[in-house]
């Protein structure tokens, strides 16, 4: 009977740390979208040509929508692992607001 528990245990700990991994792995990911999204920000706010402007505001958009993607599935993420609450998140990761040009 001890085995049996030992072995349930180990693969109690291997669920947990795979849980822990991919919450992980979800927040790496929001954290690289919004690095894109603020290195397109970064260069939408210099000179540029009209044409130039034009095409790096549909990066910003496309950018934008990877951000609020990465971030959704963040929070379900977290769901699943049973949080609930995600003010944290809200407060270390709020969604980008849409720039005035949009």
């Not at 669920?15 to 991919?22: M, P, Q």
């Not at 040509?49 to 549909?58: F, G, I, N, P, Q």
């Not at 609020?68 to 995600?86: D, M, S, V």
Request: glycine share 4%; no cysteine; charged share 35%.
């Amino acid at each position: 009977m001890n085995r049996r528990a030992e072995s349930v245990g180990r693969v109690e700990n291997e669920i947990r740390a795979e849980k822990a991994a991919t919450l992980g792995r979800a927040g790496e990911r929001l954290e690289t979208a919004l690095n894109e999204l603020r290195a397109v920000a970064q260069r939408l706010a210099g000179p540029l040509d009209e044409s130039r402007r034009d095409e790096l505001r549909a990066a910003y958009r496309a950018a934008r929508e990877r951000v609020r993607t990465a971030r959704l599935h963040l929070l379900i993420q977290r769901e699943a692992i049973g949080l609930r609450n995600h003010r944290v998140v809200d407060q270390q990761f709020p969604e980008p607001a849409p720039p005035p040009w949009l």
